[in-house]
């Protein structure tokens, strides 16, 4: 089978304890692994306000897997997302050949043998023309 880069994002319930919410973390690592995955970069953006309530939550944890596996994989790691309680909701993306080259000329800290784990906030990982401009409540 081929292999693919995958990108994973998770909202975890915030409520947890931080020992908690790395056990969650370690799980979905241990299944990738488990699966012949291997792990290119964790990113852990932490504790973030929600646009809009889910699952009666105003704050989610937000954690980003980027890892090489078999494109069997993500059914079983969506099976896992299900059935964890602590997460309230994923996505997985299958990344295009543009989308990987931009990852790597991009990141300082991508690394193919060794899983650099980062822990920054999301304005110091998007591109500025990204992120969106703050607009003043008086216009019209």
Do not use: C
């Not at 889910?54 to 704050?59: A, M, P």
């Not at 494109?71 to 602590?86: F, P, T």
């Not at 043998?113 to 969106?132: G, N, R, S």
């Amino acid at each position: 089978m081929r292999r693919n880069q995958y990108e994973s994002a998770l909202l975890i319930n915030a409520v947890l304890e931080d020992q908690q919410i790395e056990s969650v973390i370690q799980k979905v690592k241990d299944t990738i692994e488990a699966n012949g995955g291997t792990i290119k970069n964790i990113q852990k953006w932490g504790r973030k306000r929600l646009a809009y309530m889910i699952n009666k939550n105003k704050v989610g944890y937000y954690t980003f897997f980027r890892f090489e596996a078999q494109s069997d994989i993500v059914a079983k790691l969506e099976r896992i997302y299900k059935l964890e309680e602590s997460i309230i909701r994923f996505l997985n993306i299958k990344l295009g050949k543009d989308a990987i080259e931009y990852l790597e000329a991009h990141s300082t800290d991508y690394v193919d043998d060794k899983v650099e784990v980062i822990e920054a906030q999301p304005e110091e990982l998007l591109p500025e023309e990204v992120l969106p401009e703050e607009k003043n409540g008086n216009e019209n």
